[in-house]
Every structure is written in C-alpha cells, then in structure tokens.
C-alpha cells in the first residue's frame, strides 16, 4: 500500500498536508478515535480518504447531507476512486446492490445518511463489511448542545459493535467545548483524543454595518472590492429581486436558491465558480461542498440564527488565503426578526400534533403503517389542501424532525439510474425472442458499461436521440422492459421528500421529551443571544467574539471593523495631543489663521478641528469671527 503522502500527490498532486491533518491522519492509522475540528475548508474530507486509501478495505462516511455525499462521490469518481452513497429516494434494488458490492470490496467509500444505520437491511450488510474507518461527518449535530442536533446520529455509536476494533473519525466545522465533549461521550470513544485547527482567518476581515440601504451598501462593497462574491439571504424570492438589482447597476449576478431546477442551479453553479457570473446571491442551499478559493467578499443581507452558521458561511470567503471579507449587514428590525423566527421553532403542540395528522391523511397512511416509507412533498401544496401556512408547517416538520419521528429533505437531484435484471444469455435470448426491443437493449449496452451487475446513470435524451425516438416513446420501452423483469429503471427525481421514521401513531399517542424540548429551548436562545452580541459589539475585535465562543482564546485581529476603529480612535487621540501642543507652542496674543496649521489629510483636519474645539472648551484660546485664534 502506498504511505499517506504518495497517496496524496497521486490522487490530489499535493505535495503537503496541511495542519492538522498529518496528526489526525496518523491518529487514525493508529487505530484511535479521533475528533477533527477544522473550519470550512480546512480539508477535513482528506482526513479520512488518505487513511483509507493507505488501507486494505472500506470507509463508511456517515453524513446527513445529500447534496454533500453527491459532491464528494463526484470527485472521488474524478480520481477514479470508487464511491457510492445510500440515501433517500434509491429503491430497495439499488440499495441491496449497493451494499452487496460493499461486502466485496467493489467500493472504497460508502456514504450513508445516518437514518440508513438502524434498518435491519443496512445492519446485516455491514457486518460483512471489510470495514477500515467509520467516519461521521458534522459531527455536532450528535449533541443536544450543537446547533443542529439530529437524533438518528445517536445511532451510530450503536453500530460499533459490530466492528469494535474499527476506529472512528468525528469531523465538524464547528463545536463549542461543551459539543465536543458531547461528541466524545455519544460516539463512544475509547479516550479522549482531539484535534484542533485555530478558528482564526488570518486573511478575513469581519465587519459589521448598521445599514438601512443594504442594496446600496452592497453596490457600494462590489464596486469598491475586486473578485467574485456571495450574498447570503433567507428566503428565495429575495436572491432574485438582489440579483436583478445588481445587474441593473452593472455588476454581473445570478441568484441560487433550492426551488430551482437541477439543470438550473449547476448552470449558475458553474457559472459563478468559472468566474462567468461575479455574484452569486443564494440562500443557504448553496455552498455546501463547494471549494472555490478566489471568494473575495461574503454579504450577509440577513444574520443567519447562530454564530456557527454564521461562521461556517463567511468562512467560504478567501479559502486561497488572499485578503477577503466577510461584512454582515443589519437592522434593528433584524433583531426582533430573528426573535421571531427562533420562537416559531418551538410551536404549540397541538398543532403540531395536527399537521402531523394531516400529513398522514394526506398520504392515506393507516395508523399502524407507513414506517420508513418515503413521499414526495409539496409544502405549498399540502399547506393549501389543509389551509395552513407554510411557515407553521415547516416548523412542525423540524419540530417532528427533532423529535425522530420524521425526516425533511430539502429539494434535490438524483438523476435517472437502470440496471439489467437478468444475465447476458437471458438477455440474448429475450432479444431473439422480442426482436422490437432488441435495438434499445443494444444502445443501452454499448452507451453504458458495467450496466448488467451495477446500477448506471443514464439520460433518456442522449438515449432517445441515439435511437432516433421520442424521449416519452424510450420511456414507455423502459417501463415495458421493467414490468417483464428485463431491467430495473428509476426516473430522476427532483423534489423535496418526507421520510417516515417510525410508524403512524395516533396524535394522542405523540410523546414529547419535555425535559429536553425546554433544555433545547433554552440553548437555541443562548446561540441567539451569541449572534446577537457579535453583531451589536462595538468594543469586542470580532474575530475574537467567534474564537472565544469555540472555546479558543486569541488576541485582537487588528483586520476586523472594531479593531480598526480602535487603532484610528488610539491615532486621532495621538494627533489631537500632537495639535494642541503644536497650537499652544506656535501661537501668541495676536490673531492669527487656523490656516497656518495646514492639515494635509482628513484623518489630520478631523484631529486638528477638535483639538482647537478642546483648547476653546479648556478657555486656553479664544476664536474670532474671522476664524483666527490667539492665547487667551
């Protein structure tokens, strides 16, 4: 086996790790339980695709984000290395494919949503696994003090059993050292063993602006600043009106926002990460797995509800280590916005309990039934069918989230996917007996390789064209050839999904951890409370403020808003000092001009004019109407 730095000029063409990821790395070659703490793009995905690269067998990489799997499994496959992910919306056939090819080795990495861990399907596979790593990726949301806590991550230490002698690698972006130790006790680590990368970015500049005219400040910040931008907002309608605004001044934007089209978002992905579009203006769909490291200004229109997704979102700027700035713009009216909004998140029960009836009726889920079934899910549709408001339903949905009964998944694009059922001589023989599907069993054979013993990617438009028909007549050929068992075919999907975890229950059967529900009640007000005291602090260096919430103590920047504030308030006081013993020195009893004195930048007139305004307060000098002083 190659050692971890061949394997990463081979794979990445690196010559060097960074800091820390030799130690974390070792440390799991060492077989020990490891937490990495690193900030957004710090380079945490190496930490576990180097070690098990270095070793015979596979890595599970347990993470909750879809969008984030698919990118990791698309640059794995760039390097050809092989990588499959299991999550919601796959069929059974796919996923029992998956894991078989698991088992014998077919894969190096298999991505997992921690939901997948408790199924009995899931189990059984992997404790045939040849497994090397566990990896769990945003590891805080495990603890009930991190700011996005999961309670299906609180099956993943279950699993270890199975492979006691497996180490595991937890990864996140940001934990408090209340989180990290939650980490270490929840996924049962042997010892405590912890690597930290300092929260400072060295190359970021943080400020803050009281700004009523946001759309003005932001023309202002593009015009002044050079490179590509992100203006972050929270809903969708808002990233088109910016955008527009911003292309009627001449600055090049698009917006992003997860009720896009699949085609529609990597067209303007794309676009922005080719330096095509300068701005992107996006809600928090977008940036997840992203890596562009020329990012020179992140604009928080509005102020994300923690420091941590403030964070972990500014952090996307100057990832190249090139100055950059991270400017969140506010209100007053934010303030008591954000309020609201961390209150709608504890709704009362029984209307939670209501929609959680409705959603069932909706789907006509007996009581008793529909556990880990999967449904599609319009929140505007379903909110007009029963006339609620999409923001109560939403949040009885997180609610539910949080409680483990359900599970939301935002809007995203698995692509259409077709395996052959049978083998090659059951094939051959159905094409000599059904002559009128033999040239769509060919194109599928010579476009698609490896088709007959793993699911492929396919698009039914090249299919279609190849064969001279419609895309709809190729459709109705796939779904004959899938009712007779020739092949399995899933059709790409697009649409955010509802996950049942457990069984229908009757909404008087609900139970509620009330304990935990005002516990959690409690610590999503200190993280309001957190954001809050960042953005009004006018004393505090901002960098600071962030470090000192993670737990890390630093000195002031000296880059962000406050501390440059601090060095020209020590300067204007330097050079009042300076002006007034120069004016006490230079003048007599007779008048003579202020002009004398000739100030030659603002910084020094802005100094000049107070210290002549102190002098006259301390009655030292006196000022005629002509604008002249002279000793009094």
Known sequence: MLQPKEILKKFWNYD??????????????????????????????????????????????????????????????????????????????????????????????????????????????????????????????ISQWGYDFRPSY????????????????????????????????????????????SFIRENISF?????????????????????????????????????????????????YHAGLTNAERSIRQENWIQNKTRIIVCTNAFGMGIDKPDVRFVIHIDIPETLEAYYQEAGRAGRDGKKSYAVALYTESDKQYLETKVKEKFPEIEQVKKIYNSIFNFYEIAVGSGQFQTKVFDIHHFSKTYNYKPNEVYYALKFLEQEGYIQLNESFFIPSRLMFAIDNLELYKFQLAHKAYEPIIKSILRMYGGIISNFIQINEYDLAKGLRITVNELKKQLYYLRKRKILYYEEKT????????????????????????????????????????????????????????????VMSCGKCDVCIEQKQTTSITKKIEFFRNEILEKITNQFTTIDYFKPTNKLQKTAFELAVRSLLDDELIELNYKNEIRKK
């Open 494 to 553: 697009d649409e955010p999904e509802l996950i049942f975890l457990t069984e229908r229950l009757h909404q008087d059967n609900l139970s509620f951890n009330w304990k935990y529900i005002n516990e959690r009640k409690r610590i999503t007000f200190n993280k309001l409370e957190a954001i809050q005291k960042y953005i009004e602090s006018e004393s505090k260096c901002r960098q600071e403020i962030i470090c000192n919430y993670f737990g890390e103590t």
């Open 16 to 141: 060097f790790f960074r800091e820390p990821q030799t130690a974390i790395i070792e440390s799991v070659l060492q077989k020990n339980d490891t937490l990495a703490l690193m900030p957004t793009g710090g380079g945490k995905s190496i930490c576990f695709q180097v070690p098990t690269l270095a070793q015979e067998g596979i890595c599970i990489v347990i993470t909750p984000l879809i969008a984030l799997m698919k990118d990791q499994i698309t640059q794995l496959k760039q390097r050809n290395i092989k990588a499959a992910a299991i999550f919601s919306g796959l069929s059974y056939k796919e996923i029992d494919v998956i894991l078989d090819n698991a088992i014998f080795g077919y894969y190096k990495f298999l991505y997992v949503s921690p939901e997948r861990l408790k199924t009995e399907l899931f189990i059984e596979r992997f404790k045939k696994m040849p497994v090397n790593l566990i990896a769990v990726d945003e590891a805080h949301c």
């Open 154 to 197: 609180l099956q993943i230490a279950e699993i270890r059993k199975y492979h006691s002698e497996v180490p595991i690698l937890a990864l996140t972006a940001s934990a408090t050292p209340e989180v990290q130790k939650d980490i270490v006790e929840q996924l049962k680590f042997k010892s405590e063993n912890i690597f930290k990368k």
């Open 207 to 255: 400020v803050v602006r009281h700004e009523i005219a946001k759309l003005n400040k932001i023309v202002e910040i593009a015009q002044k600043l050079s490179g590509s931008g992100i203006v972050y907002v929270s809903n969708r309608n808002k990233t088109k009106e910016i955008a527009e605004y911003l292309f009627r001044n001449n600055i090049s934007a698009d917006f």
